[in-house]
């Protein structure tokens, strides 16, 4: 992969050109959107875009029929009639109507979507994490540049007021000189977890074959594809869709050191954990914990799934430990705790309804980016980043190996965890920029 400087060099080049063209086809200069994926995550990004003047809800796509007509119900009830609707994606994509693309479809088809409506000519908002594989990550970004796209990542954080003000403080340099940073997520999960329920036949007007796609052919399994087993589906937790709980929460908890040290990598990673509470079927640990070498200070990141035990009074948090104080920050809010006899003040941002807003300002930026071409908040690269470094942690535990991060050829240094690198992709499916 091409260096940092040169990535960023080559979007800000591509996102400052006038490459808009006003091909916005929606009523009244709307951008006409088409929604891929409606469950959970799609169904709320499809009321967060209705919530917005500049989005015009286009085409539905979704390869579980309930899910697709629970969203065609959804769009009518806020106005928007006559709304396309279809089982196959790429009719989506291949629609020279639409001008933007959401992908909130399971994680093993993130990548190869945003690629295809990159080639497309079409502009992306892509749910976290970017990729399963590192590699997949690594072709994003190409396809985002080589196309000259606007592809914002579900990193939705990166638009809330208090993540915000934590970048504002740390860059700031009252809390001193960091050298330490901690992530935690801590839940209880009964033994039991999700069960195991034995393989049978699809529901009706469920699509498995597509919905599996580039994944590997397996018999349909409840746990597998995770609809109605709990409040998010839990294909997040075996390893052919998606990165468990260091994926799906850990995105969220290291973007926003990312985000206040300028997007950059650790250069060493190591990680231990496993199945030591739950007895389901799933292939993800329920603890994990991984450390990372960053330049400059260490962080970690902590996941317990069998003891709520709050850290720092929060069940999930990101902590920013400096010489003069410690930054905790979170949807709920952020606050500083200076050490004893520091110069710096304690103070708190908690409750404020102006700054826990995330989802409809998020929106807002990449709509506002597809009119402008500037680079959105969340550009592709920030997320591949973060991702990378939370895939990077479950290689080193599955190939129990320390791993150290080659940044100029986005890869690791140790030959023997490079299979986990590559993105694996069932016939006739292919990952080409």
Known sequence: MVSRRQVLHAANAALTTSIFTGRVKGANDRVAVGF?????????NLSYAMKLSGAQPAA?????????????????????????????FREII?????????????????????????????DVFVEKPACVYVE??????????????????????????????????????????????HTWQAGYTPEKGYGTPEDSTPPPGLDWEMWLGPAPKVAFNLNRWGVGVTNFPTFRYF????????????????????????????????????????????????????????PKFLMSYESRTCNPMPMFGHG?????????????????????????????????????PEMSQMNVPHWQNFLDCI???????????TCVRSSTVCILANVSMRSKLWLDWDEKNWTVKQDAAKPYLKARYREPWKLEV
Request: hydrophobic residues 35%.
């Open 316 to 352: 999930a948090g990101t902590s920013i430990h400096g010489t003069e104080g410690t930054l905790i920050v979170n949807r709920g809010g952020c606050w500083v705790t200076p050490r004893k006899g520091s110069a710096l003040a304690e103070a708190a941002w908690e409750k404020m």
């Open 94 to 122: 291949a629609d020279k109507s639409i001008d933007a693309v959401c992908i909130s479809t399971p994680d093993h088809w993130h990548a190869y979507m945003t690629v295809e409506a990159c080639k497309a000519g079409k």
């Open 371 to 381: 009119k402008s071409r500037e680079k959105p908040t969340s550009d592709i690269e």
């Open 36 to 44: 891929i994926g409606l469950g959970a995550m799609g169904s709320g």
């Open 60 to 88: 539905l796509c979704d390869v579980y029929q309930p899910a697709l007509e629970k969203a065609e119900a959804a769009a009518r009830r806020a106005g928007f009639e006559g709304v396309k609707t279809t089982k196959d």
């Open 239 to 294: 390893w052919d869709y998606a990165g468990g709980a260091m994926t799906d929460w850990g995105v969220h908890l290291i973007d926003p050191i990312h985000q206040c040290f300028d997007e950059v990598m650790p250069y060493s990673i190591s990680a231990m954990g496993g199945k030591l509470w739950v007895k389901d079927n799933r292939d993800t640990p329920d603890t994990l914990l991984a450390t990372y070498r960053y």
């Open 136 to 181: 997949e990550g690594q072709k994003m970004v190409q396809a985002a540049r080589k196309y000259k796209r606007v592809v914002q990542a579900g990193t939705m954080q990166r638009s809330g007021g208090y993540f915000k003000k934590a970048v504002e403080i740390v860059k700031s340099g009252s809390l001193g000189e960091v050298t330490f940073c």
